[in-house]
């Protein structure tokens, strides 16, 4: 059976005019689907008999209940889900004052090797859906108190761009879940031609892993920088006008001796001028067969400061989850491959 959860206004249009049902029957769904708590096509109550025995024939709602969580001592938790491809991925949910944010995963594993990642050392096993995208939040258990979503679980969104715009359409649309895109973060580590659809397309805010500022060095890290590199990154993102709400930010993970030194923060002044972002450090977790270690807590505050003072708004965002691998690049599910 084919799942509803995850279709778009159009596609359910598509679908209802095939069966020879009014048109409206459309929007009628995506309210169903979108903002009620339903489970099955019969709870559809406003639709005729006749539209759920048709829709019954073929279709299912989609929603799949979470497989295992756990939770961390600081209250963040990790929520498996099995998948259409039969795998699993990983799902963070990180309570904070009046701030909760879920973070999604959009691939099972991934292309990009970066070095500093779990996720990358997994491999790739295949994109999600739209539909696998949203039941992330919408099957939790805290979904109805989320109030920021952040695309930066397991995989590379703009590596499987077609279903992240779909979900995004949906979370953002008024037929959809109504939220607002200024709540939604989507992450990428430069893949030019998908992140310019991406920003002509969305108004969710963007965030780059730049983890260096120098060639050879984010190289190394992250081999996706031999097809595209920072400078030409850079370049796409200066051609943008952001606006004063929507946000350009740079990932920045920090490692012992590689890239937290003062000629880093010279680089990154120097090639982020004109550029109206902020930079986020983070702690690096430590991963098994990987030669990079953490950067100093001293460091990464000498590190802060000195880009602030240099008027690069910069923070250190906190490991949240640790305790339970759902840290910053700690997510994977490669012990459950089969």
């Keep these: 059976m084919e799942p ?104 099972v594993g991934c292309k990009m090797g970066c070095l500093f990642c779990m996720t990358g050392k997994q491999g790739f096993q295949g994109n999600l859906t739209a539909g696998e995208i949203l039941n992330q939040l919408r099957s939790i258990e805290e979904w109805e108190s989320v109030t920021n979503i952040v695309y930066m679980g397991m995989g590379e969104p703009m590596d499987n761009l077609e279903a992240v715009m779909k979900s995004l359409e949906i979370l953002t649309s008024d037929w959809g879940f109504a939220m607002s895109a200024r709540r939604i973060t989507v992450s990428t580590i430069g893949i030019i031609p998908a992140m310019k659809i991406f920003l002509e397309q969305s108004e969710a805010h963007l965030a780059v892993s730049l983890h260096s500022p120098f060639d050879q060095e984010r190289k190394m890290l992250m081999p996706v920088q031999q097809a595209h590199s920072l400078n030409a990154v850079l370049e796409e993102i200066r051609s943008w006008d952001f606006g004063r709400q929507r946000r350009v930010s740079f990932e920045y993970i920090m490692f012992k001796g590689l890239n937290d030194t003062n000629a880093h923060v010279n680089e990154l002044v120097k090639i982020l001028h004109g550029i109206r972002c902020r930079i986020n450090l983070i702690r690096f977790h430590p991963i098994p067969d990987t030669p990079l270690d953490t950067s100093a807590n001293a460091t990464i505050i000498a590190f802060k400061e000195a880009l602030n003072a240099r008027g690069i708004v910069t923070t250190i965002r906190a490991s949240r989850g640790e305790d339970i691998h759902a840290a910053c690049g700690l997510l994977s599910t490669k012990t459950m491959m089969a």
């Design 4 to 107: 509803l959860f995850g279709k778009t206004k159009k596609e359910l249009q598509q679908i209802v005019a095939a069966m020879g049902l009014p048109g409206f029957t459309a929007g009628q769904i995506a309210d169903w689907l979108y903002k009620k708590k339903i489970g099955t096509i019969e709870e559809m109550t406003n639709l005729s008999k006749k539209a759920r025995e048709l829709l019954h024939e073929k279709y299912s709602i989609g929603l799949e209940p979470f497989t295992s969580v756990q939770v961390s001592s600081d209250g963040t938790k990790k929520y498996l889900f099995n998948t259409s491809l039969e795998k699993y991925v990983e799902t963070a949910y990180i309570p904070d004052r009046d701030r909760h944010t879920v973070c999604v995963s959009t691939q």
